[in-house]
């Protein structure tokens, strides 16, 4: 496609369950970037990838949260034993790779977790 | 830590009123400055990418300087339109981390009325 995909655009779920949000960046970028967003806030970096490579995964706020980008392209941010705290807009981003390069971003996946 | 904040939180305007949102970081040792624009239960759409080596971008009614030694930078909208109503963020990428992270200030609210 034209632009990152994420899916689902909504996602509800009780304390507990566990997620998986997918993100289908733009075609040949190599660069492949994870961000939160609490309401009212910006976006704050949660893990990194370049090709398969996870390079920076600093922004995980726990063990909890786990993501991957097994062949390079689609990527999916894993969040187990769900809490309150981890309701916020996910937001996927990629770049065609060097770093002056701009980031393009998908319309994200509201999480709920109830 | 590099911290990103964006004066005013919020702005309101009169169609036709030409406008400045204002950035700052704290550590001058960036790659580069993105603006975005937010739509509400959106994604990010870019704007406008500033090098390091830049003063300015432009792109139509929109123009944006950077002084990085100042750790500064301005979002000019000329001739602003109810359709420019958004949230406006900032972000540098900066040396830190894995070089590839946005640092994001919590954004600026923008409403033009008609």
């Known amino acids: 496609g034209a632009g990152v995909s994420q899916s689902p655009r909504y996602k509800v779920a009780k304390r507990g369950q566990d997620v998986a949000l997918r993100c289908d960046p733009i075609?040949?970028?190599?660069?492949l970037f994870w961000y939160q967003q609490a309401l009212g806030q910006g976006p704050e970096f949660l893990t990194y990838f370049q090709n398969e490579a996870q390079l920076d995964k600093s922004g995980l706020p726990s063990d909890r949260f786990f993501a991957e980008r097994p062949e390079g392209s689609v990527s999916t941010l894993k969040i187990q034993r769900t809490q309150q705290e981890d309701s916020a807009v996910y937001l996927c981003?990629?770049?065609?790779?060097?770093?002056?390069?701009?980031?393009?971003f998908g319309d994200g996946t509201r999480l709920s977790i109830l | 830590k590099q911290e990103v904040t964006q004066i005013p939180a919020a702005l309101s305007v009169p169609e036709g009123e030409n406008l400045v949102l204002n950035c700052s970081f704290t550590?001058?040792?960036?790659?580069?400055l993105q603006w975005f624009r937010q739509d509400p239960g959106k994604g990010l759409t870019s704007l406008l990418l500033?090098?390091?080596?830049?003063r300015e971008q432009t792109s139509g009614r929109l123009n944006a300087s950077l002084d990085k030694s100042s750790g500064r930078s301005t979002l000019y909208i000329a001739a602003s339109q109810p359709g420019d109503s958004a949230t406006y963020l900032c972000a540098v990428r900066d040396y830190g981390g894995s070089q590839g992270n946005l640092i994001f200030g919590k954004g600026t609210k923008l409403s033009v009325k008609p």
């Open positions: 075609s040949g970028h190599v660069s």
């Open positions: 981003a990629s770049s065609s790779g060097p770093s002056n390069q701009p980031q393009h």
């Open positions: 550590d001058s040792a960036i790659y580069n």
């Open positions: 500033i090098q390091s080596s830049q």
